[in-house]
């Protein structure tokens, strides 16, 4: 606010005789007498006393970290993606299937094998039965014929025996197959993410229908947010109480938190570093998210205050400028507090609604 000093020249007069008798009065704010008209009346500034809190804030950077996660990726690369089953937020048992790659050629692949080994294994079979019936007919007629004719029979030994090189060969076809079976089971199994854990989900990758795999790149993290922290380095470790809750902000999101004891969750916490357990869910964070947590460093309560401007020092005392009743500007000593954020507490010598020179 700005008002003019409005002065006569006998108001003047007199006041520059009191100034230059008193010894109190700063030599640098001293002026001599003047005699102003018109425009060249001087303008002054003014600051009013306030009544009301002064507080300083800190935002202290917290890191948020997940004590038990679970990030999951392929190990193939430059496969297309089948699917991606679940969504961030979404709660997960272990063992559920969360992703996996395009397995439509394998499973084909899988499928004919399986039909081809089905029908070797059923015709190793028929062929066994042949041969029991076979060996058992040749087994009674060698038994029933005389010695002259079992001279011209197979045994029954040998006529089981005549079978075997094809068995042999099915049950090689069998194996044969059986190993593809499982190396395309396993192929498949390579092409799917599963849950390790219970949990919720905290992250998935965007994909389109021409998105390939990476190998080791995190398509889906898994996270048990009942054990989620912020940490935090700060040298206002003090100000941070077991116990006591503050409110987390990253990405414009705000996390209700309490200060929390590491060991709690088997941390060694180094010199200066403070944890905050989360209250409520994490859902929306990734470990390493970084964000803050707002601290009050210093504070006045109730108390009065005014621009820092207009409160001046002079020697070991701090002075206020004023016009007084009779427009002349004026000057009294006050007694200050703290400093916060560009205005001063002023703990005696001032009232509410006062007005002070600025400068």
Same mark, same amino acid.
């Given at each position: 606010?700005?008002?003019?000093?409005?002065?006569?020249?006998?108001?003047?007069?007199?006041?520059?005789?009191?100034?230059?008798?008193?010894?109190?009065?700063?030599?640098?704010?001293?002026?001599?007498?003047?005699?102003?008209?018109?425009?060249?009346?001087?303008?002054?500034?003014?600051?009013?006393?306030?009544?009301?809190?002064?507080?300083?804030?800190?935002?202290?950077?917290?890191?948020?970290?997940?004590?038990?996660?679970?990030?999951?990726?392929?190990?193939?690369?430059?496969?297309?993606?089948?699917?991606?089953?679940?969504?961030?937020?979404?709660?997960?048992?272990?063992?559920?299937?969360?992703?996996?790659?395009?397995?439509?050629?394998?499973?084909?692949?899988?499928?004919?094998?399986?039909?081809?080994?089905?029908?070797?294994?059923?015709?190793?079979?028929?062929?066994?039965?042949?041969?029991?019936?076979?060996?058992?007919?040749?087994?009674?007629?060698?038994?029933?014929?005389?010695? /002259?004719?079992?001279?011209?029979?197979?045994?029954?030994?040998?006529?089981?025996?005549?079978?075997?090189?094809? &068995?042999?060969?099915?049950?090689?076809? &069998?194996?044969?197959?059986?190993?593809?079976?499982?190396?395309?089971?396993?192929?498949?199994?390579?092409?799917?993410?599963?849950?390790?854990?219970?949990?919720?989900?905290?992250?998935?990758?965007?994909?389109?229908?021409?998105?390939?795999?990476?190998?080791?790149?995190?398509?889906?993290?898994?996270?048990?947010?009942?054990?989620?922290?912020?940490?935090?380095?700060?040298?206002?470790?003090?100000?941070?109480?077991?116990?006591?809750?503050?409110?987390?902000?990253?990405?414009?999101?705000?996390?209700?938190?309490?200060?929390?004891?590491?060991?709690?969750?088997?941390?060694?916490?180094?010199?200066?570093?403070?944890?905050?357990?989360?209250?409520?869910?994490?859902?929306?964070?990734?470990?390493?998210?970084? /964000?803050?947590?707002?601290?009050?460093?210093?504070?006045?309560?109730?108390?009065?205050?005014?621009?820092?401007?207009?409160?001046?020092?002079?020697?070991?005392?701090?002075?206020?400028?004023?016009?007084?009743?009779?427009?002349?500007?004026?000057?009294?000593?006050?007694?200050?507090?703290?400093?916060?954020? /560009?205005?001063?507490?002023?703990?005696?010598?001032?009232?509410?609604?006062?007005?002070?020179?600025?400068?």
């Amino acid at each position: 606010m700005k008002i003019r000093g409005n002065k006569s020249l006998t108001l003047l007069a007199i006041f520059a005789l009191c100034l230059s008798g008193c010894s109190l009065i700063p030599t640098e704010h001293l002026r001599e007498p003047e005699l102003f008209t018109g425009e060249d009346v001087p303008e002054y500034e003014f600051a009013t006393v306030k009544k009301g809190n002064l507080i300083k804030e800190e935002n202290v950077v917290c890191t948020y970290m997940s004590i038990d996660s679970q990030e999951l990726s392929f190990d193939i690369a430059g496969e297309k993606y089948g699917g991606i089953y679940v969504q961030a937020g979404d709660e997960v048992k272990k063992g559920d299937l969360v992703a996996e790659l395009d397995t439509a050629a394998e499973k084909q692949i899988l499928e004919d094998l399986l039909s081809e080994k089905e029908h070797a294994e059923y015709m190793l079979s028929l062929l066994k039965e042949k041969r029991a019936l076979t060996a058992e007919r040749a087994r009674l007629l060698y038994e029933a014929a005389d010695v /002259g004719e079992k001279i011209k029979r197979d045994t029954p030994e040998e006529v089981w025996n005549s079978f075997e090189p094809d &068995i042999i060969l099915l049950e090689d076809r &069998i194996e044969e197959l059986s190993n593809s079976v499982t190396a395309y089971e396993q192929r498949i199994e390579d092409c799917r993410l599963y849950a390790d854990m219970d949990g919720t989900v905290t992250y998935v990758k965007e994909i389109n229908s021409k998105s390939t795999s990476i190998a080791g790149a995190r398509v889906v993290v898994i996270s048990d947010l009942s054990t989620s922290l912020f940490k935090s380095y700060t040298t206002h470790k003090p100000l941070f109480t077991t116990g006591s809750r503050f409110t987390a902000e990253i990405d414009g999101r705000n996390y209700p938190v309490e200060v929390a004891e590491p060991d709690e969750f088997g941390i060694a916490a180094k010199e200066n570093e403070v944890f905050f357990k989360i209250i409520g869910s994490a859902y929306g964070l990734t470990d390493g998210s970084k /964000g803050t947590v707002k601290v009050v460093t210093e504070s006045a309560t109730n108390v009065l205050y005014v621009d820092s401007k207009a409160v001046n020092s002079y020697g070991d005392q701090m002075i206020v400028f004023y016009l007084d009743e009779n427009n002349v500007r004026n000057y009294k000593t006050v007694k200050i507090g703290v400093t916060i954020n /560009g205005f001063t507490e002023i703990s005696f010598g001032a009232h509410e609604g006062e007005e002070f020179i600025i400068g």
